[in-house]
């Protein structure tokens, strides 16, 4: 079956980066577009990032010139690299598949940004 893991998050001070991981196993993880979201403590979750099969990619304005999303199909891993960041990007971060008329979700990992 789907499976989505993300790995990386933590506490960090605001102007530093941190590199999120996401594992994918149980489909043809080539083949589809794959996104990252994130959900802060009392608000809605929110997509941050998406790369399509083909590595075409699209960002939320808040994290546009901040944040990359790359993809490794040998390695069906999928990665946000977040430079500058900022207390708001304070917030529970997911990765994200559509397959088969439903999404998969991973379970998530906390992103921490303070001094």
């Known amino acids: 079956q789907v499976q989505l893991g993300e790995s990386g998050g933590g506490l960090v001070q605001p102007g530093g980066s941190l590199r999120l991981s996401c594992a994918a196993s149980?489909?043809?993880?080539?083949?589809?577009?794959m996104n990252w979201y994130r959900q802060a403590p009392g608000k809605q979750r929110e997509l941050v990032a998406a790369?399509?099969?083909?590595?075409?990619?699209n960002y939320a304005d808040s994290v546009k010139g901040r944040f990359t999303i790359s993809r490794d199909n040998a390695k069906k891993t999928v990665y946000l690299e977040m430079n500058s960041l900022k207390p708001e990007d304070t917030a529970v971060y997911y990765c994200?598949?559509?397959?088969?008329?439903?999404?998969?979700w991973g379970q998530g990992t906390q992103v921490t940004v303070s001094s």
């Open positions: 994200n598949v559509y397959r088969n008329l439903r999404y998969y």
């Open positions: 149980g489909f043809i993880f080539s083949m589809y577009a």
């Open positions: 790369i399509t099969s083909g590595g075409g990619t």
